[in-house]
């Protein structure tokens, strides 16, 4: 047989349940924007000289060739 629950130990729980429910939403997020961030920041940014086409490439690099006109191109520095 089941024992009946107070009220007071029910609401107490559930209030428990949302709470950490919350707590692992914001990590969870914050994570996952830490991880965003990482990935935009180690991007790099180019603009074609010759065809003024601007274009990000993954990971850190120097020189990349433009997907347009093929001319290859200096990282933009900010």
Known sequence: MLQP???DVFLACL?????GALFFLQFWYDRRD??????RR???VFS????????VRPRR????SCPQCGWNNARLKF
């Open 42 to 44: 180690l991007s790099s």
């Open 5 to 7: 629950i107070d009220l």
């Open 61 to 64: 690099r120097a020189e990349a």
């Open 48 to 55: 074609c000289t010759r065809c003024s086409f601007t274009y």
């Open 15 to 19: 209030v428990a349940a949302v709470i």
């Open 34 to 39: 830490a991880l965003l961030s990482d990935h």
